[in-house]
């Protein structure tokens, strides 16, 4: 087994992007890649969720799925990455703990939380979220009528007026059992996986 490449080694600002991915689509990769590269991130790491108890059926594919359609749709692109460590977790899976865990296993990192603008009225409800801003910065991206919060002047937040795009998985999936196309919701890659293995069909 090889140790960690050069690119492991080096010391790097990186951001963190949690979600189902089910499946990931067009505006998960645009706003990753406006975040690796119009920010002072080195790279943004796209961390697949594990299945929700709430959200089990055929909804929601098997993290294993979900982690090889994120592959596939980042396989050309080096400043992004497919995590499935929360997988390797105990459930549930919080957010300090998937830190925790990744600069345990990164020390040479500096992690950057990723947060659309309608979560952040919610932060100070999450676990140790305290702990979450004090040690960690977070990046917040603009969301659709959302409420506002003093948390955005918090000195570890910082607003980014990345694009504001507001396509839904929900929405892709919708449209797969109606049998309307997906193109361009999704990469092209992910959309033959997708109608290939029959998903949501």
């Known amino acids: 087994m090889s140790g960690p490449s050069s690119s492991e080694r080096e010391h790097k600002k990186v951001g963190l992007l949690f979600g189902s ?4 689509h067009t505006g998960h990769l645009i706003l990753a890649h406006f975040m690796a590269t119009h920010t002072d991130l080195d790279a943004v790491w796209l961390v697949v969720s594990p299945q929700s108890p709430f959200k089990v059926g055929q909804e929601m594919l098997p993290e294993e799925e979900r982690l090889a359609l994120v592959e596939l749709a980042i396989a050309d692109n080096d400043r992004l990455r497919a995590l499935d460590i929360e ?3 105990p459930k549930p899976s919080y957010t300090i703990d998937t830190l925790d865990e990744l600069v345990r296993l990164h020390p040479q990192h ?6 659309g603008e ?13 702990r979450i801003l004090a040690e960690h910065e977070v990046y917040v991206y603009p969301r659709p009528d959302v409420d506002s919060t003093n948390l955005k002047t918090h000195p570890s937040v910082r607003v ?6 507001d396509i839904s998985a929900t929405f892709i999936r919708d449209c797969v059992r109606g049998g309307k196309s997906i193109r361009y919701l999704v990469p092209d890659s992910v959309e033959k996986r997708i109608l290939t293995a029959g998903y949501w069909q």
């Open 87 to 89: 997988a390797h977790m």
């Open 110 to 115: 500096r992690f950057v939380l990723l947060m």
């Open 160 to 165: 980014v007026e990345a694009p504001l795009l």
């Open 118 to 130: 309608d979560n952040l009225p919610d932060l100070p409800r999450w676990k140790q979220a305290d």
């Open 21 to 24: 991915f089910n499946p990931i």
